[in-house]
């Protein structure tokens, strides 16, 4: 079966420009998760969406940031103006969130390992 | 609310040896609880999760951990490391609205 699908999954670009990050989660899913990775700050919440509503965006850090989850099979995460402190590693994970079963495991894709010049 | 707490963020052992490694929860009910492996340059991949039905929850590649409420603790163990064990391992649980808290993690080196 396949995985959470991201890509790229490395992206270099200039401090100014728009960043978009894909990912493809796993047929069946109805929960998508967007998470950051830093040294400092470890694994972050960024934006959670069910049955393709976003449910909590309280951890997107600023204006800067957007996600869009146009149907069951993709969504993106944007950054615009991109910033070099924005430069870490982004995971989407999918789950599948039924009532009555709450602890389902999350699925992590390989993330995107970005880095802002 | 719910946090989890991994007591150690860096554990080396031999190739061989047993392997533990420290997670204390906080939940004011009954938890969720999962723990997840990342190898670099990857994404986290569950190991186990226990959900109440037993406290000794076994998982892949030979893990498992015991739930213990006296303690609030939820350490993980396997018998003898593998050179393939080296990697970050997470203790997460679940806030009540559904969010993965996830630890600070713990570096597993494993020395030939």
């Known amino acids: 079966d396949a995985g959470v699908i991201q890509s790229p999954r490395h992206e270099v670009t200039e401090m100014g420009q728009e960043v978009t990050l894909r990912c493809k989660p796993i047929s069946g899913h109805n929960s998508l998760f967007w998470y950051r990775q830093t040294m400092m700050r470890g694994l972050e919440l960024l934006i959670y969406f069910n049955n393709n509503v976003p449910i909590d965006d309280s951890g997107m850090p600023e204006d800067r940031f957007s996600a869009k989850m146009p149907n069951a099979s993709f969504s993106t995460l944007k950054i615009q103006p991109s910033e070099p402190r924005d430069s870490a590693v982004y995971f989407c994970a999918s789950s599948s969130i039924a009532l009555g079963q709450a602890d389902q495991p999350q699925h992590f894709g390989d993330g995107t390992r970005l880095s802002i010049l | 609310a719910q946090s989890v707490t991994q007591l150690d963020s860096h554990v080396s052992v031999s190739e061989g040896t047993p392997v533990l490694l420290r997670c204390n929860y906080s939940?004011?009910?009954?938890?969720?609880l999962f723990w997840y492996v990342q190898h670099p340059n990857k994404g986290l991949q569950l190991l186990l999760k226990y959900t109440s039905a037993a406290t000794l929850v076994k998982g892949i590649n030979g893990f498992e951990a015991e739930f213990k409420k006296s303690e609030t603790s939820f350490h993980l163990t396997k018998p003898s490391a593998h050179m393939s064990d080296a990697a970050e391992y997470f203790c997460v649980t679940r806030s009540n609205t559904g969010k993965l808290i996830f630890g600070q993690g713990t570096t597993l080196q494993v020395k030939p």
């Open positions: 939940s004011s009910y009954s938890p969720s």
